[in-house]
């Protein structure tokens, strides 16, 4: 069984769309994706789909979902030739919940994780070749607007698609460092440009785009930039830029070498930056 979820979601048995069209089963079948070869108790997909009151049909409901399912695994399975008796070993029943069994398939979100995983000790070891193209890698797993973009989702699966993509934010970021590192500032321009005005009270862009205008000779562009994100955070947060970004805005306006921090301007954005910004990060 193949999973993708950084996108639209697909969930494929030998080469075969094994998903359904319904919401809920659809729903049912993404929190089961999202914690695949895992067991998911009976409880929480009631929650997901029926938040803290579930009705008094929900098991029975639930089982009928959990059905429909496996006909349609069974289903993909005749068409690879494999037979419909399969099915309940994919769809594993155990004790008190469910189990989606990949059998040593592909699941996107996990490969994200290692691939970006190898990217940040990349950056550890100050390797911005092999981090950038390690997180590009990574990115390039992704595909549409978000993760699990057509799904009808509830609290479970809302905070998982969240925690996904913070990760993709983070690895973002980490990319862009590296690539900032490596000179390739006026490269950065346009896709930082769409970014910052993404992710407006995102210091952490921000700054990394300031870093990117003034490194190409754009100085008042970066100054300008500054400006919009200081009213965005004004207006939509009642929030001053931190001290390490007003310090960044500072240096580039006297063409201080100063602006060539540490790293604190991004570490205090993962703090004051959209809720999927990144808990830390380095900014050369």
């Known amino acids: 069984m193949d999973i993708q979820v950084l996108g639209s ?3 494929r048995v030998g080469g075969h769309s094994a998903a359904p069209s319904a919401p809920k089963p659809r729903q049912v079948l993404a929190l089961l994706a999202l914690h695949a070869d895992q067991m998911v108790p009976v ?3 009631a929650e997901e789909l029926w938040g803290h009151k579930p009705p008094r049909s929900a098991r029975t409901t639930l089982q009928t979902y959990v059905l429909q399912l496996r006909d349609l695994i069974g289903e993909a399975l005749a068409r690879e030739g494999s037979g419909r008796e399969g099915a309940k070993d994919i769809l594993v029943t155990l004790p008190g919940g469910y189990r989606l069994e990949t059998g040593g398939g592909s699941v996107d979100f996990r490969t994200f994780e290692r691939r970006a995983a190898a990217g940040f ?3 550890d070891t100050e390797d ?5 193209r390690k997180l590009r890698e990574a990115l390039d797993l992704w595909s549409g607007e978000g993760a699990l ?3 009808q989702a509830g609290s479970l699966i809302t905070m998982e698609v969240e925690r996904l993509e913070e990760a993709r934010l983070f690895a973002l970021d980490q990319r862009i460092e590296a690539d ?3 000179g390739r500032h006026r490269e950065l321009v346009s896709e930082l440009t769409f970014l910052v005005h993404r992710h407006r009270t995102h210091e952490g862009l921000h700054a990394q785009f300031m870093l990117a205008l003034h490194r190409s000779g754009r100085r008042g562009e970066a100054l300008r930039a500054y400006q919009r994100l200081h009213a965005a955070l004004d207006s939509e947060l009642g929030l001053e830029p931190s001290l390490p970004l007003q310090r960044l805005q500072r240096s580039i306006r006297t063409q201080s070498d100063a602006f060539e921090v540490d790293g604190t301007v991004s570490s205090a954005a993962g703090v004051r930056g959209t809720a999927s910004g990144p808990k830390s990060a380095r900014v050369c």
């Open 149 to 151: 973009a057509d799904i």
């Open 121 to 123: 000790r990349a950056m």
């Open 43 to 45: 409880s929480t997909l």
């Open 180 to 182: 900032l590192r490596l």
């Open 128 to 132: 911005y070749q092999g981090a950038t």
């Open 9 to 11: 979601m697909s969930v």
